[in-house]
């Protein structure tokens, strides 16, 4: 790299909080390119994944809704359909090979481009030097690099839409043998080679982007800033990153293995497999270990999701309830319960897939000991609304709708945790509406939570509050009107992942109510889009900030100026007093962390 | 800025040495997600051990030597005596590189006796786990050869101990890494 990247890195990294350096990023030239483009301000960084998983959120959404069209109405035709997807939807139909791709990518866009790095791509990035009072993170370039990977991790993913035998049809988790043989399915040739790689680049900007954001937690704090003072966001994001950086790894040895069982002739997973009735040589192999190689990441990677949300949703609600976080010490254990908990409990996705059915009663006990952090959580929230002077912003409605749909989705994980109800649960729709709930739409709402209240020091303009609202609303009573049907879906046996279910008369009866759902999703999509309008729109047009602190919050970012440079402090960066949640205290408003405590203050 | 920094150092880690130690965490995730791996399957029907080459003794004994010269090209730089340094940590990366050679010896030497990817799945995971290991040796390679190109340079006079006590704790990594995986694979298999 250019030894001006390096000279930027140098500074941003020693100058030390205590000591009166001013930097101004000024002083050597910024390009368009080093500014916009190969940037490592952490601010821009952060845009740079918001604005790429908004991308990929529409494609993945988009996705859903075409999908949705084949199980909603399977027997009508659209000819827009085949305009848009060709030979895919011939004759305005969708085709299987196609619904299985469609599927596939939807699982694998949104778990990993849009909701690992979309959420804590942005808001680790945004929020955490700018929480924690720093210039930058810990290294400015690794920072840059790990966006980088990111892109080009989403132009080889793309790229596998465009190949001929399409894109990896084989499901999200990508199980062998399905995926380990070209001649399982044509989504399984070059497609699924698109997809190691692409999935491979991905880990790579994961864990760049992990160690940063954990050696800028641990190492960058201004002065006074000690762990237990730190907001909730950051130890939300803090404990993400660990859990990412040490199950990452575990899912790159198994693309690894997967690799080889590919090109190379191992048989790593593969084993007594025929195939268009001619025996492979493959001997010896299991496809379990995948599994366990992939769930050991794949659990985590749902509080990987989840936990952003989570610390976001505590902050949003305890500034807009203008009342401190109830309970901030265990908030902070419950994360860390559920991060150690994280780790342990992998196998219950594994229950029906030939695990020992001893192993399985652990799972379950671990499994079900989630409910214990969880629940802890959902009380504090609960707590740090009641009696609170509720500021209703769009920000405030999509943290509170967060709270909603954790606890709904979440009192179905009792049922799934269980390894018995599993054996009729498991891969129907009441999987679909557990996890799309509880994970999906409630990370979804964090998400959109940050990125309402955090607009302001993003762009220095507000989003249009009239549009927010119309959002949040469509979105809430959407994702309930989606997914509540399915539990019923799923309790009546009905499978996940089936093109069609005519050839089923006991599934005849939910035809209107697939027809429903389908419609309904139809809507919640054209919200997004008027979400994304206003965002866009917002940038130029929108509101502008006029003052530095527009929701009187006690968090170290509102004290930068209202459009920070690279630095973020113009002059010094402040020290910190107290923790971030004095709302109300001794008939103020609200104090910020920057205040110091004066001697007649009663404790917290 | 340099004293103000050096006064901080002194307290604090410097990130990028932090940064490592949480990479090494994760380095060595991936590598408990492999032997794990192989720890289930060799408890499976069908496994057959396969037999560690002997030159991998000879690997293991390059590794540690490069540990040790390493180790002494810190304290070299630290006194500050740069043709020493130089030469060590040239040693060092050579060492690393014969190491590698070696390793690909020990392989070639196991496919001769048809112990290939499609015949032996313990010998894929051998390939495979050992292969990756040497790949973090040669990204070790190419950072000292980094370290040294600047010590070599003559524009920049580059005294600062960290990036040395960077690479040195990283390269420190792999040998114990490979300690293990060698003792892991004598007692497995």
């Not at chain 1, 694998?108 to 808001?123: D, E, K, N, R, W």
């Not at chain 1, 950051?234 to 660990?242: D, G, L």
């Not at chain 2, 005596?81 to 030469?87: G, P, Q, S, V």
């Amino acid at each position: 790299m250019s030894s001006e990247a390096t000279h930027v890195q140098q500074q941003t990294l020693t100058v030390p909080h205590e000591t009166h350096v001013e930097i101004h990023h000024g002083h050597h030239h910024e390009t368009f390119l080093t500014k916009y483009v190969f940037s490592q301000d952490h601010k821009t960084i952060a845009k740079q994944f918001l604005i790429t998983g908004m991308f990929w959120a529409l494609i993945g959404g988009l996705f859903s809704v075409i999908f949705r069209l084949q199980l909603g109405f399977p027997e009508a035709k659209f000819p827009w359909l085949e305009m848009l997807l060709g030979e895919w939807a011939k004759g305005g139909q969708l085709q299987a090979e196609a619904y299985y791709a469609l599927v596939t990518m939807h699982g694998t866009v949104l778990v990993f481009f849009v909701l690992t790095a979309g959420l804590s791509g942005t808001f680790s990035n945004f929020l955490i030097p700018l929480q924690v009072g720093a210039r930058d993170m810990a290294s400015p370039f690794l920072n840059m690099l790990s966006y980088w990977f990111f892109f080009t991790a989403s132009i080889v993913m793309l790229s596998s839409l465009f190949v001929q035998t399409g894109p990896f049809s084989g499901g999200w988790t990508a199980y062998p043998p399905l995926s380990a043989l070209g001649e399982a399915s044509p989504g399984s040739k070059v497609g699924m080679d698109l997809w190691l790689v692409s999935m491979a680049l991905f880990v790579v900007s994961s864990l760049l982007g992990g160690l940063n954001y954990i050696a800028t937690v641990l190492n960058m704090r201004t002065k006074g800033m000690s762990m237990t003072r730190l907001p909730l966001t950051i130890w939300a994001f803090f404990f993400t990153a660990v859990l990412g950086v040490l199950s990452f790894p575990v899912l790159l040895s198994g693309f690894i293995l997967l690799i080889f069982d590919r090109h190379f002739g191992t048989s790593f997973y593969l084993s007594d497999i025929y195939i268009n009735g001619q025996a492979l040589p493959n001997e010896g192999g299991s496809a379990i270990l995948y599994q366990h190689l992939f769930w050991f990441l794949g659990h985590p990677e749902v509080y990987i999701i989840l936990l952003p949300a989570m610390g976001m949703a505590s902050e949003i609600l305890s500034v807009n309830s203008r009342k401190p976080i109830f309970g901030y010490m265990a908030m902070v254990g419950s994360l860390f319960a559920i991060t150690i908990l994280a780790f342990l409990v992998w196998a219950h996705h594994m229950f029906v897939t030939g695990l020992n059915p001893f192993l399985g009663a652990f799972f379950v006990l671990l499994t079900l000991l989630i409910a214990v952090p969880s629940a802890i959580k959902v009380f504090n929230w609960l707590t740090t609304l009641w009696k609170g002077n509720i500021r209703f912003t769009p920000a405030m409605l999509f943290a509170m709708g967060f709270v909603s749909l954790f606890i709904s989705g979440g009192l179905t994980g009792i049922f799934l945790g269980n390894s018995s109800l599993d054996i009729h649960l498991h891969d129907t729709y009441f999987v679909i509406a557990h996890f799309h709930i509880v994970m999906g739409v409630a990370s979804m709402f964090g998400m959109f939570a940050g990125i309402y209240h955090w607009y302001p020091k993003m762009y220095s303009r507000y989003l249009n509050n009239t549009l927010g609202y119309i959002h949040f609303w469509v979105t809430m009573i959407g994702a309930y009107l989606i997914f509540w049907p399915m539990h019923y879906e799923g309790l009546a046996g009905m499978p996940r992942r089936y093109y069609k279910f005519d050839i089923w008369e006991s599934f005849k009866h939910f035809g209107t109510l697939n027809q429903f759902i389908s419609i309904v999703s139809i809507i919640v999509f054209l919200a997004q889009i008027l979400f994304l309008v206003n965002f866009f729109y917002s940038i130029w047009k929108g509101r502008k900030v006029t003052t530095q602190n527009p929701w009187g919050a006690n968090t170290l970012e509102w004290t930068t100026p209202i459009t920070p440079g690279h630095g973020n402090w113009s002059g010094e960066i402040p020290e910190v007093h107290r923790w971030a949640y004095d709302y109300g205290k001794d008939g103020k408003e609200f104090t910020t962390q920057t205040t110091p405590v004066s001697a007649d203050e009663s404790k917290h | 800025m340099e004293k103000v920094m050096s006064s901080e150092s002194s307290k604090k880690m410097h990130p990028h040495k932090f940064t490592l130690w949480i990479a090494i965490g994760s380095i060595t995730m991936m590598f408990a997600g492999f032997t794990s791996a192989y720890i289930v399957k060799s408890n499976q029907a069908g496994w057959q051990p396969v037999q560690m080459p002997k030159i991998f003794f000879l690997s293991t004994v390059l590794i540690l030597a490069s540990s040790l010269t390493i180790y002494l090209a810190q304290k070299a730089m630290s006194a500050r005596e740069m043709a020493k340094y130089r030469t060590l940590i040239s040693t060092t990366a050579v060492l690393g590189l014969a190491f590698v050679v070696t390793q690909f010896f020990g392989f070639s030497e196991l496919w001769q006796q048809k112990i290939t990817f499609k015949e032996s799945v313990a010998g894929s995971f051998f390939y495979i786990i050992t292969g990756v290991h040497a790949l973090h040796v040669i990204g070790g390679v190419i950072a000292l050869a980094v370290l040294f190109s600047r010590a070599y340079s003559s524009k920049t006079k580059f005294y600062s101990s960290t990036p040395v006590e960077t690479a040195g704790l990283y390269w420190h990594f792999v040998d114990i890494l490979w300690v293990y995986l060698f003792v892991f694979f004598l007692l497995v298999s």
